[in-house]
């Protein structure tokens, strides 16, 4: 009986040590992880931490574990090392973790057209799992002024390699050429030679002179000479 109850006690003190263990490599990940999120601007993120593999049995570390990330590339697959101080010569504990993030992000609100202005209206918030998703995006600014260079579909997560800055400006299109000094301002009509989004340098012929200036994209119909 003696025996029996002993050996019940060690099993439950070796699972609860490997517990301590995981908990403390978990609470590490785990705070990793959400550190990079809201790096990334991701609004509310959320993480939930599932082990790849059974851990083996770790001794007691009365002083604390040493975690260190080996591999945290792939929220799929991290990679995490645990040390004790306390026992030198004790090789390290090696642990794998598979990692799903979930957060705020902006989808379509409606179809895009590949070109189109995004507006605020386009676009929504909504949770999604972004796990394989670290091109997301959370912020507004991020995404007004852009336009897809795709089509997207109602509901589609906005990534950031899916937009580019929106051409205000078409070629051949008619513009308002602007130019300042000081509290003189004088305007000319003139034709875009060139395409160009918000701050660009594109072409401009004035249709009064004939002559071609380099100039910068001010809004969808103006344009102001480009220093040089």
């Not at 699972?15 to 490599?25: E, F, I, M």
């Not at 004790?90 to 598979?98: C, E, H, I, S």
Request: hydrophobic share 45%.
């Amino acid at each position: 009986m003696l025996a029996s109850m002993l050996a019940v006690t060690i099993g439950d003190v070796g699972a609860a040590v490997t517990r301590g263990l995981v908990d403390s490599v978990n609470e590490f990940a785990e705070r990793l992880v959400l550190e990079q999120a809201q790096r990334q601007g991701w609004l509310e993120p959320q993480l939930r931490l599932t082990p790849t593999a059974k851990p083996s049995s770790a001794p007691p570390c009365p002083s604390g574990w040493q975690i260190e990330a080996l591999d945290t590339r792939y929220l799929s697959r991290l990679r995490f090392s645990a040390h004790c101080p306390d026992r030198a010569a004790a090789p390290q504990q090696v642990l794998l973790l598979r990692g799903q993030l979930s957060a705020e992000v902006l989808v379509a609100a409606q179809a895009l057209r590949p070109g189109q202005l995004i507006t605020e209206s386009d676009v929504l918030l909504e949770r999604r799992d972004i796990t394989n998703a670290p091109e997301a995006l959370s912020q507004f600014d991020a995404v007004l002024g852009q336009s897809p260079r795709t089509s997207l579909r109602p509901g589609q997560l906005l990534l950031r390699r899916q937009l580019q800055a929106a051409l205000l400006i078409k070629r051949g299109q008619k513009v308002s050429i602007v130019a300042r000094n000081g509290g003189i301002e004088v305007q000319a009509a003139g034709e875009a030679l060139d395409a160009g989004a918000l701050g660009a340098q594109i072409r401009v012929r004035n249709l009064a002179s004939g002559r071609i200036i380099s100039a910068r994209v001010l809004d969808e119909a103006q344009v102001e000479p480009a220093l040089r």
